[in-house]
């Protein structure tokens, strides 16, 4: 059974750094894509921040500059680290997985709406105060 594990939210000043985790379980192999997502309140979830199957990053836009995907395999981790944090990155943020996993690259790389990937953390908070 996959899991998805997410941790490290919190509060935060404007312009401070936080890195989330997101420890995944189950998978049998490595034929997954895996991501970072976002919902704020009275918004649509949106997407932030992905490894596809052969593990190349992608990211939309507004995260480039600000926010670094990164995993340690060896612990089945994935991680977000987002500096220069703004009030507008008030969201919860989930660590979802797909397989195959062109889907979620699709979402990340084209945007649009986010559908429901096969699996998906319970989120973790993270506030940015101004």
């Known amino acids: 059974q996959v899991q998805l594990k997410e941790s490290g939210g919190g509060l935060v000043e404007s312009g401070g750094s936080l890195t989330l985790s997101c420890i995944v379980s189950?998978?049998?192999?490595?034929?997954?894509?895996i991501g970072w997502f976002r919902q704020a309140p009275g918004r649509e979830r949106e997407g932030v921040a992905c490894?596809?199957?052969?593990?190349?990053?992608y990211y939309v836009d507004s995260a480039k500059d600000r926010f670094t995907i990164s995993r340690d395999r060896a612990k089945n981790t994935v991680f977000l680290h987002m500096s220069s944090l703004k009030p507008d990155d008030t969201a919860v943020y989930y660590c979802?997985?797909?397989?195959?996993?062109?889907?979620?690259?699709?979402?990340?790389?084209?945007?649009?709406?986010?559908?429901?990937?096969?699996?998906w953390g319970q989120g973790t908070q993270v506030t940015v105060s101004s």
């Open positions: 490894f596809s199957n052969d593990g190349s990053a």
């Open positions: 979802a997985a797909d397989a195959p996993g062109y889907r979620l690259v699709h979402t990340i790389v084209v945007g649009g709406r986010v559908p429901e990937y096969d699996y």
């Open positions: 189950g998978f049998t192999s490595n034929n997954y894509a």
